[in-house]
């Protein structure tokens, strides 16, 4: 299912989406049946904002539902990951950190996170190879890093880490 919608690269930007253009965020056809008229079905809350006085909390989500088939689906912006609590902004910065060489222990340290989330941001992004291959497959100038370290600057001097997922998101794969 497609649920990023590419916008809205911070929290506020799609709390202000959510209040004057929410239309932004209505999918153009059902990924379930094809319908093209879905209606808008309220939203879900979840805790996306990561600052300090975490005002932002509970951040709502938007929903669709399919009048024909039934079926609802919701839709994310740019600024919130679908799986995970953290952002991709802060994950990309993390992964550059790593890909110069610093140690997991280091870079843990410097962004105040727990070692095991830097490790297994890591190790997810040393074993995404099947997105690696769709993200080759439709740029073609990353076809010619030669391994998963240039591979991934290039990507991230060419798109954020977010809009790379959302492309993945809109191929049909399931991203974090
Ligand atoms: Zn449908």
Not at 90 to 109: D, E, F, K, W
Not at 130 to 150: I, K, W
Request: net charge positive; aromatic share 12%; glycine share 6%.
């Amino acid at each position: 299912m497609h649920r990023i919608v590419f916008a809205f690269l911070t929290l506020e930007q799609h709390l202000l989406a959510i209040r004057c253009t929410p239309q932004s965020y209505r999918p153009d056809a059902c990924a379930h049946c094809g319908c093209g008229c879905l209606w808008g079905h309220g939203c879900y809350h979840r805790k996306a904002d990561r600052s300090g006085d975490a005002e932002l909390n509970p951040v709502p989500i938007p929903r669709f539902r399919c009048p024909s088939c039934r079926r609802t689906c919701s839709r994310l912006p740019l600024a919130i990951c679908p799986r995970r609590w953290y952002g991709w902004a802060l994950q990309q910065q993390v992964l550059l950190l790593l890909i110069a060489g610093a140690s997991l222990r280091r870079t843990a340290a410097v962004f105040a996170l727990g070692y095991h989330t830097v490790r297994r941001w890591w190790r997810w992004l040393n074993t995404s190879q099947t997105f690696v291959f769709h993200l080759r497959s439709r740029f073609a100038e990353l076809g010619r890093c030669a391994d998963s370290a240039e591979f991934w600057l290039t990507c991230f001097g060419q798109m954020p880490l977010c809009q790379a997922m959302a492309w993945l998101d809109h191929d049909g794969l399931t991203v974090p």
